[in-house]
């Protein structure tokens, strides 16, 4: 994904993995999300500012990735569906 080089997916149909970056800053949503490619590039402030529960803000349900420099943020949708597992 760009922006999140070390990240991959499988499985997922290319329409459902979107992501916008800008430097230090990376953003990827997998799933069913209802922003828009703008929306998206436009949420890298939001990354910038840390601000991760912004991130769940559009419809749908769908997993975000966010990086803003070393921070990395993984946060799955409020209904469960695409949960994360801290091991």
Not at 51 to 79: H, K, Q
Request: include cysteine; hydrophobic fraction near 45%; charge should be negative.
């Amino acid at each position: 994904m760009p922006g999140l080089d070390a990240a991959w997916t499988m499985g997922w149909a290319t329409s459902q993995v979107r992501s916008a970056g800008s430097g230090p800053l990376a953003l990827a949503v997998i799933g069913d999300c209802g922003a828009d490619d703008q929306q998206l590039h436009q949420a890298l402030t939001t990354v910038r500012a840390r601000n991760w529960a912004a991130l769940t803000c559009w419809p749908g349900s769908y997993l975000t990735i966010a990086r803003s420099g070393e921070s990395l943020a993984v946060v799955g949708d409020l209904a469960g569906q695409h949960s994360v597992l801290a091991e």
